[in-house]
């Protein structure tokens, strides 16, 4: 595990260089500005509908999407990867040290707002929301987060296509086709949350199901990974 | 004053090799040692596009120089001998192992990738560093430490990366793939950016290196560079190998080709009757208002040309040689 650790420093020191760090902030933020507007305003709406709307519909995938496409993504984009991978490293390590700093960041940023959120909207059991929201969250952006970061090794085109299956896939046609909601994590998560005592929109998947999804987005995400990592090739040259 | 560059110290070394790993090295070595760097017959396309066409060579400790003009496929080569590609036939294999997919050659190897991209955000000596400690080295800072130094970084060692000019970028790459002391050192343009003084203690440092017992192939498209270096060298042009072995040797079939000149004088008609007497001349014609000359041999041409103008009362206003760009030298070699 020795090598695991500076891989992570250093990743985590490239994301912290980068600007998109602040986009990040911001966009984990969101749901906590708009609950305090909403506060302020007079309103109260539902604590669980306003997280699974902002945080497990928009916030968390949108999190997991930026942190999970840059942790490796921005290193064989930009050429930085080959210092990693021109070394005796099993590539299993990569890939789990480069995950840890992705669900770890994801988490990071997704759960004080889910908590924050909860204890300015809750108005019922408030123990409640903020347990089911902070588990699931935690296991759905933590699939997020390697899915995404299984995408960019293998396309420099992850950050789009990774859009497209947070806005088409899960936003659209998941909620419209009843047998693809398997397919889908934010359903798995709705899912788990469901199971841990909050009300979600429509019928949720079982909680089996879900946790079932969520551990083979995480594992086969891992394996990908690590697979297309052991087969890594330069881009360019002459 | 330029620093030598020294082995690791054993303490420095990456941890010994697994039992399995050991029982297998202390098997009997075979009478012939592998060469440390073996290509055979690789090719390597694109699509249609074939940037490597059945190369092989076999490459031993010393220094060799891997020449071509840009897009010959030289980084092509590189990157396959690191195992950073699959060649699409044919085997490469360091150290008497396939490259491709064994990250465990990179114990013995290192690599200066062409690309400038170093991560920007860390000092020379956290990078160096870094590069230690996904070694496995035992003690990573005075490995990084020592590849500093070895590559007069040791001013700037503790400013990012991001500000360094594209010269110290180059040193600080080498001090990564330095830092753990690797048998066979692969170098992309790693004289690129940087200034005489710089490049002239590279040399001195690989070959130091070299006479260790180290085996280092560096590209360069500059024969110059090349001439300075390389023991030996690998012309490469158009994806195919143009021509190996002693770099004197390589560099005399480079000057003896056949040259063209053009020549413009007082008297066109006059001098290109006379120049057709000369053995060193096998053809002159008149092209645009000046001779065009082709001769077999460079050095007889360039001194008979003042004598025959001399004696035939002719001035000359320009002499210009026409295939001089190593393109045409390179293409040359292909074709013979």
Known sequence: ?238 | MTREWTPLEPSQAAPPPAPAEAAAQAAPAPAAPAPAIAVEHVSRWYGNVVAVNDISFALGAGVTGLLGPNGAGKSTLLHMMAGLLAPSSGQVAILGQSAWRRPEIYRSVGLVPEREAVHPYLTGFQFAQYNAQLQGLADPAAAAERAIATVELSDAAHRSIGTYSKGMRQRAKLAGALVHDPQVLLLDEPFNGMDPRQRLHMITLLRSMAAAGRTILFSSHILEEVERLADSILVVYAGRLAASGDFRSIRRLMTDRPHTFTVRSSDDRRLAAALMLEPAVFGAELVDGRVSVRTADFGAFTRALPRVARDSQVSLFEVTPTDESLESVFSYLVRR
């Not at chain 1, 709307?53 to 942790?71: C, H, K, N, S, Y």
């Not at chain 1, 480069?98 to 108005?123: C, D, F, N, Q, Y």
């Not at chain 1, 397919?183 to 979600?200: D, E, Y």
């Open chain 1, 1 to 238: 595990m020795s090598v695991v650790a500076p891989i992570v420093e250093v990743t985590v020191r490239g994301l912290f260089g980068r600007r998109r760090i602040f986009l990040l902030v911001l966009l984990a933020a969101l749901p906590v500005l708009i609950a305090l507007l909403i506060r302020v305003a007079g309103g109260r709406p539902d604590a669980d509908r306003v997280l699974d709307t902002l945080v497990v519909r928009f916030v968390m995938p949108l999190v997991a999407l930026i942190v999970g496409t840059t942790v490796i993504g921005s290193e064989i984009d930009d050429g930085t990867a080959v210092y990693l991978m021109v070394k005796p490293i099993a590539r299993w390590r990569i890939v789990l040290s480069k995950a840890l700093v992705a669900a770890g960041l994801t988490a990071v940023l997704i759960l004080p707002p889910v908590i924050v959120t909860a204890i300015l909207l809750s108005r019922t059991d408030l123990a409640t929301t903020i347990e089911a929201f902070t588990i699931a969250c935690f296991f759905g952006g933590t699939a997020y987060a390697i899915a995404f970061l299984a995408l960019s090794t293998f396309t420099s085109r992850a950050f789009l296509i990774g859009l497209a299956y947070v806005l088409i896939w899960e936003g659209v046609l998941a909620s419209l086709l009843e047998g693809t909601k398997f397919l889908s994590i934010r359903q798995a998560t709705l899912g788990i949350a469901s199971a841990l005592g909050v009300n979600t929109p429509g019928e949720p998947l079982p909680q089996t199901v879900s946790a079932a999804v969520l551990a083979v987005v995480i594992a086969g995400g891992f394996m990908l990974a690590s697979w297309r990592l052991a087969r890594f090739e330069v881009r360019g040259g002459d």
